[in-house]
C-alpha cells in the first residue's frame, strides 16, 4: 500500500491564484480529513469528511473548500490565495473517527 | 474554545535515559488521547494512544499515563535513542459522531550523545 499520498510537495501561489491540493489514500478508510501545521505550533483541522459524499467544516475552514466524490481521493481547493495560508498541510486518513489517522507527507505552500 | 497544551516546548535528553514529555488538557469531555512524533520534513506519525477508561498503556519502549484527575496526559520513552529526536504531539478528541482531534504545540526532544 502506498498509504497517504499528496501533491504537489511544494507550491509557490501568488495572491489571488487558486488551486487544488490533491490527497489520496489506498487503505480503503471512511474518515479523511485535512490540517495545516504553522511554524512551532500544532496542526488544526481544516474540513474532515466521514464517507463519500459527506464533508463538515473543521477548526479553520475558512477560504478553503473540499469534496468527497470518492473514498479515495480527498482534494483541498483553495478558491483565492492568502498569504495567511501560507503553511505546511497534511491529509489524513483512519478506518473511523475513533481510530489512529495516518498522515501524509504534507505539502509547502507559500503565498507571495 | 478547549485547548490542549504542554508543560515544556523542549527537552534534552541524554542517550539511554527514560524521556517524558507532558500534556496539559482542558476539555474534561475529551475521552481519546493520541500521541504523535513528527520528524522534520514529514508528516505526524502515531505513537500511542488511551481512552479515557484506560490510566495508562504500554508500547514498544513506551508508556502513556492518563491521569484524568487533574487533566494531564504524559509519554514516556525508555532508553532514549537518537532516533527518537523529533516533536512529539499530544492530540485529544471527544466523543460524538465524527472526532475532531485538538493537537498541542508540541515539543521537541534532542536526544544528546
Known amino acids: 500500500n502506498a498509504g497517504v499520498t499528496q501533491t504537489p510537495k511544494f507550491q509557490v501561489l501568488k495572491t489571488g491564484q487558486s488551486m487544488t491540493l490533491q490527497c489520496a489514500q489506498d487503505?480503503?478508510?471512511?474518515?479523511m480529513s485535512w490540517y495545516r501545521q504553522d511554524p512551532g505550533m500544532g496542526l488544526r483541522l481544516i474540513h474532515y469528511?466521514?464517507?463519500?459524499?459527506?464533508?463538515d467544516q473543521g477548526e479553520v475552514p475558512n477560504g478553503y473548500n473540499v469534496s468527497r466524490s470518492t473514498t479515495e481521493d480527498f482534494p483541498l481547493r483553495l478558491l483565492s490565495a492568502a498569504p495567511s495560508q501560507t503553511s505546511v498541510y497534511f491529509c489524513?486518513?483512519?478506518?473511523?473517527?475513533?481510530?489512529?489517522?495516518?498522515f501524509g507527507p504534507g505539502t509547502r505552500l507559500t503565498v507571495l | 474554545g478547549e485547548s490542549v497544551g504542554l508543560h515544556l516546548p523542549t527537552l534534552s535528553v541524554q542517550e539511554g535515559d527514560n524521556s517524558i514529555i507532558n500534556c496539559a488538557y482542558s476539555?474534561?469531555?475529551?475521552?481519546?488521547f493520541i500521541w504523535y512524533k513528527q520528524e522534520s520534513g514529514k508528516g505526524p506519525q502515531f505513537i500511542i494512544d488511551?481512552?479515557?477508561?484506560?490510566d495508562k498503556r504500554q508500547g514498544q519502549r513506551v508508556t502513556v499515563l492518563l491521569n484524568k484527575t487533574v487533566k494531564h496526559l504524559s509519554l514516556q520513552i525508555a532508553a532514549t535513542q537518537p532516533g527518537d529526536s523529533a516533536v512529539y504531539f499530544c492530540?485529544?478528541?471527544?466523543?460524538?459522531?465524527?472526532?475532531?482531534?485538538?493537537f498541542g504545540s508540541g515539543t521537541q526532544l534532542t536526544v544528546l550523545p
Open positions: 489524513a486518513s483512519s478506518y473511523g473517527t475513533d481510530n489512529e489517522q495516518f
Open positions: 487503505m480503503n478508510h471512511e474518515y
Open positions: 469528511s466521514v464517507g463519500a459524499g459527506i464533508t
Open positions: 476539555n474534561s469531555a475529551s475521552d481519546y
Open positions: 488511551i481512552r479515557s477508561n484506560m
Open positions: 492530540a485529544e478528541s471527544g466523543a460524538g459522531s465524527a472526532r475532531q482531534l485538538t
